[in-house]
């Protein structure tokens, strides 16, 4: 079984910066697909980033050029560096596993961490 917590969330002005950890434990070789989701108030939870354990990367339109995934496999964790922030990226952000890019998409498969809250505002 996999575990996931994620911090690091916070207030930060717009144009500003902040970075987002997911802790990783348990059966980590089960692992194909990590990243990142976010929800804000009212919407449904949306893909942002996400790595395979391959070190592909891929973003949505929305981040790129502002976010950056990366994997820390000594840590067994993994990070988002949020750059450029603006008032749409609010949310609460949620870490997610996957054996593969099919799970990875779909809502109901994989492991998913508590989320941690990002809210830009001036």
């Known amino acids: 079984q996999v575990r996931l917590v994620e911090s690091g969330g916070g207030l930060v002005q717009p144009g500003g910066s902040l970075r987002i950890s997911c802790a990783t434990s348990g059966s980590i070789s089960s692992i194909g697909v990590m990243g990142w989701y976010r929800q804000a108030p009212g919407n449904q939870r949306d893909w942002v980033a996400l790595i395979t354990n391959g070190g592909t990367t891929n973003y949505a339109d929305s981040v790129k050029g502002r976010f950056t995934i990366s994997n820390d496999n000594a840590k067994n964790t993994l990070y988002l560096q949020m750059n450029n922030l603006k008032l749409e990226d609010t949310g609460v952000y949620y870490c997610?596993?996957?054996?593969?890019?099919?799970?990875?998409?779909?809502?109901?498969?994989?492991?998913w961490g508590q989320g941690t809250q990002v809210t830009v505002s001036s």
């Open positions: 997610k596993a996957a054996s593969g890019l099919m799970a990875w998409h779909s809502p109901n498969i994989g492991v």
